[in-house]
Every structure is written in structure tokens, then in C-alpha cells.
């Protein structure tokens, strides 16, 4: 069986704790927050290659704030488990985050 990952984004923190620990899990390391110009930043602190990856974030008001900060923890995950091997490749293009691996 697979390795399970939950991270939480910031609209609801207390939902994903109590969610790990019905699950009787750690909650994922993630750094989130905003750059000076106010786009948002997320960088996955643990290694998700080869594990299943629950996030955790209700699109609670702000919605756009909170549904664009999702998008970007899933293209954060997406991004952080792609296989870079020189055997198989990614393509990746400038407007799609969503790459297969061949």
C-alpha cells in the first residue's frame, strides 16, 4: 500500500488537523504564504514521489484567494513528484503544468 499525504492550505488548518488525527497521521510540512507583490507562494517541505497526496483547503470566502491558492498546492505536488530522469523525460509546456511522463 502506498504512503498517504495530507497538507493543508490556509482557510481551514483546524479541519486538516482534526482529519489526521481521526487518520492517525502527521499533516504534511508546506510552506505557504504571498510574495511582495502579492502572488501566492507554496513550497511542498516533503518528499510526495510515489505517495498518494490529500489537500486539504476549503473554498471558503475569499473564495478566489483560497481556490487559487489550491490550484497552485496541486501544481506545487504535480511539480514536485514528476520523474526528471534522462530516461524518461517530461515535456512540459509554458501553459500547461500538467505534464505526462513517457
Known amino acids: 500500500m502506498r504512503e498517504l ?3 493543508s492550505g490556509r482557510a481551514n488548518p483546524q479541519l ?3 482529519i489526521c488525527d481521526f487518520l492517525h497521521l502527521d ?3 508546506i510552506s505557504l504564504g504571498k510574495f ?4 501566492n507562494f507554496c513550497k511542498i517541505e516533503e518528499d510526495v514521489r510515489g505517495r498518494d497526496v ?12 483560497n481556490l487559487m491558492e489550491l490550484l497552485i ?6 511539480r514536485a513528484s514528476d ?4 530516461s ?4 512540459r509546456s509554458p501553459s500547461f503544468s500538467f505534464s505526462t511522463c513517457v
Do not use: H, R, W
Not at 36 to 39: K, L, R, S, Y
Not at 73 to 78: L, N, T
Not at 83 to 86: A, I, K, N, V
Open 16 to 18: 486538516a488537523k482534526d
Open 88 to 91: 524518461a523525460p517530461c515535456m
Open 54 to 65: 490529500y489537500l486539504i483547503q476549503p473554498t471558503c470566502p475569499p473564495v478566489n484567494d
Open 36 to 39: 511582495p507583490d502579492g502572488e
Open 27 to 29: 499533516l504534511g510540512s
Open 73 to 78: 498546492m496541486i501544481d506545487s505536488c504535480k
Open 5 to 7: 499525504k495530507i497538507f
Open 83 to 86: 520523474c526528471l530522469s534522462p
